[in-house]
């Protein structure tokens, strides 16, 4: 197992622990449309938070990490309202 796959068990694990926790705290109501939106910003921001973080700030080494373009970097950082 590479670190990658133990990374992402704990990534899911951790997915998995919030969604049971959001179930929960809807006690019985029927949860928001839009669900799979409201996760990916949940999990998106504080993703791009910590690879650029790692990157030390370079744009072009985090979206290198990210395996995404550098412009597509920049539009969901003003999404996410990330500077």
Known sequence: ??????NEND???CV???LKEYFKDLDGEEP????YDMVLDC???PLLE???KHAGGNQS????MLGINRN?????????GIA
């Not at 080494?61 to 290198?64: I, K, L, V």
């Not at 597509?72 to 003003?78: A, N, P, S």
């Open 1 to 6: 197992m590479n670190n990658c796959e133990i």
């Open 11 to 13: 990534i899911a694990r």
């Open 16 to 18: 998995r622990k919030a």
């Open 32 to 35: 928001c449309c839009g669900m």
């Open 43 to 45: 999990v998106e921001k």
């Open 50 to 52: 910590m690879v650029l």
């Open 61 to 64: 080494r985090a979206s290198e």
């Open 72 to 80: 597509t970097l920049r539009k969901k950082m003003m999404q996410h």
